[in-house]
């Protein structure tokens, strides 16, 4: 009898403590975004100048994603909207040969994709170059409202 308590108190533990991890990690994420977007608007408005995402006069540039996943972990990226693509112009993450994932398009099947159209967030799950991670989208506005990139950060599993 007293096996079988200590087998339900664990496993009352773990039911407890799974969510707690998932919900530890979701706070990391939205952490890290606030950084992310606190770290840009410190630069000025965003805005897109032929195929380059500005924030006032600064050309976006992997030095401030960086220093975001320095101080919070993990991996960052700014997309510009072209078109309907979203290109990384600044980013920590890495193709699958190790090189620099700067002028790559957001995968089209991304889950991220429909909603940043619409404007909205998205936090899930996202496999980045055959990576998943716990990961945050959210939509770059200009100041007429109109969805012109993403920023996104991202915890390996």
Do not use: H
Not at 29 to 51: D, H, N, R, S, V
Not at 92 to 114: F, H, I, Q, W
Not at 119 to 136: I, K, L, M, N, Q
């Amino acid at each position: 009898m007293a096996r079988n308590n200590l087998i339900a108190w664990l496993l009352t533990g773990l039911v407890i403590l799974i969510p707690t991890i998932g919900t530890a990690q979701a706070d990391d994420i939205k952490t890290a975004m606030t950084a992310l977007q606190a770290e840009t608007g410190k630069l000025g408005a965003p805005k897109i100048q032929g195929k380059d995402l500005y924030f006032g006069d600064t050309k976006a540039s992997s030095d401030v994603v960086a220093a975001v996943v320095k101080s919070k972990g993990g991996v960052a990226t700014l997309f510009a909207r072209i078109g309907d693509q979203y290109l990384r112009v600044a980013t920590t993450v890495k193709k699958e040969d190790g090189s620099s994932a700067v002028g790559t398009a957001l995968a089209a099947n991304s889950p991220a994709l429909a909603k940043l159209n619409r404007g909205e967030p998205y936090y899930g799950d996202a496999t980045v170059f055959g990576r998943t991670y716990d990961a945050g989208y959210e939509p770059i506005k200009d100041a007429a409202g109109a969805v012109i990139g993403a920023y996104f950060v991202g915890a390996a599993k």
